[in-house]
């Protein structure tokens, strides 16, 4: 065909990402009530958002003619304040992983070296490539970081970005702290590590290391964190990244404008000021976590430690499972994308939410008769 586009190699080798399937999608393919369906495969908040972010978006007068504000005053200057950093060490974005892509664009091009482990985010990996840097993938045979290894093969070349996610996604485990910050120091000159912590708050306190104090220890680290997890904000799309002000400034430098809407802004900034809503988020995760891993050591499931609001768990063909699911109407994740074809990533949902995806696993996994 005359006048086809021609394609870099490493844009047309890129993979599409693959979103949860749309409730409105499966409602209308079994033909049930959208209320019936329930969707535990994208990491949502079964509660919804906080009171105050809802009020907040309800009491905002947006003139939608105007651009809104590209700085994110306000809601940066609430962070700043909560986080105890000056302003201009805060970046906002259109969610987390618009942060982890401006750190690609930052620092990756053809001929560069970044670092991640084995079953990581999948943005990660779509930033890499999507800047035609190489990529060194460190396994991670336990489903848990391996920063010994991540050390060793990351200093057989000179990496510009190292991405680690505490904790994890899809593998939900955890880092020890003290180990983490170890790693960070550790890094050769010129090596940026991105901490994405878009799953902090589910972290006991106790096994959380202190991120902040590490950007002020560490010119080399950004922080990375969201609101459309545990604030249940996931709609507005409003993440951001900590770092000190060299790093920071080069971020902003290549982030698009207008990123955050002005409701998005609003919300987010109420949001972050809703204490209560946060514990019972916390409360309700903790206790599903429980229903569900009760339930997979019963019927013998192995899973993984998780330390988030999902649990991944070993189902057989998990995208033969999760098809049988829909019929029931629920909607959970396999992770064959992730190398994983036999694991199923379950969000957790509320008690109710939850014991309907163990009755429909139950039978989905019954032998034959």
């Known amino acids: 065909m005359r006048n086809a586009p021609v394609y870099p190699p490493h844009i047309e080798q890129l993979k599409s990402y693959s979103p949860g399937l749309p409730m409105e999608d499966l409602a209308r393919r079994i033909d049930m009530p959208?209320?019936?369906?329930?969707k535990l495969a994208s990491n949502e908040n079964p509660l919804g958002a906080s009171s105050r972010a809802l009020a907040a978006l309800a009491a905002s007068s947006i003139d939608l003619s105007r651009y809104p504000d590209n700085d994110c005053t306000d809601l940066t200057q609430a962070l700043a304040l909560q986080l105890d950093v000056p302003p201009d060490w805060i970046v906002t974005g259109a969610g987390?992983?618009?942060?982890?892509?401006?750190?690609?664009?930052t620092l990756l091009s053809a001929g560069r070296f970044t670092l991640y482990a084995q079953y990581s985010?999948?943005?990660?990996?779509?930033?890499?490539?999507r800047a035609g840097a190489t990529a060194v993938v460190v396994p991670s045979p336990d489903f848990t970081v391996d920063l010994g290894e991540m050390l060793r093969l990351g200093a057989r070349q000179p990496v510009s970005l190292v991405y680690i996610a505490n904790p994890g996604n899809p593998t939900g485990t955890s880092l020890d702290p003290d180990a983490l910050e170890a790693f960070i120091a550790a890094q050769a000159d010129g090596t940026v590590v991105v901490l994405d912590e878009a799953y902090l708050e589910y972290l006991p306190a106790a096994a959380r290391g202190d991120a902040v104090a590490w950007v002020r220890r560490?010119?080399?680290?950004?922080v990375t964190r969201t609101f459309s997890k545990a604030y249940g904000l996931a709609g507005l799309r409003v993440g951001y990244g900590i770092a000190q002000p060299a790093l920071a400034?080069?971020?902003?430098?290549?982030?698009?404008?207008?990123?955050?809407?002005?409701?998005a802004q609003a919300g987010a900034a109420a949001a972050l000021g809703d204490g209560d809503f946060l514990a019972r988020t916390l409360a309700v995760n903790s206790e599903g976590h429980e229903q569900l891993c009760a339930a997979f050591r019963a019927r013998g499931l192995r899973h993984l430690p998780s330390s988030t609001n999902f649990v991944s768990v070993e189902t057989g063909d998990s995208a033969a499972l999760a098809g049988r699911l829909e019929q029931h109407g629920l909607i959970a994740r396999p992770l064959g994308s992730y190398g994983l074809k036999n694991w199923l990533r379950v969000s957790i949902g509320t008690a109710t939410e939850n014991s309907r995806f163990l009755d429909a696993l139950a039978q989905e996994l019954r032998p034959a008769s």
Do not use: C, D, K, W
Request: proline content about 7%; hydrophobic content about 50%; charged content about 10%.
């Open 34 to 38: 959208l209320a019936h369906i329930v």
């Open 96 to 105: 987390s992983e618009s942060v982890i892509g401006m750190a690609a664009t």
């Open 121 to 129: 985010f999948q943005a990660y990996v779509n930033a890499a490539q």
């Open 218 to 222: 560490h010119p080399h680290l950004l």
């Open 249 to 263: 400034g080069m971020l902003r430098r290549v982030r698009a404008p207008f990123q955050v809407s002005q409701p």
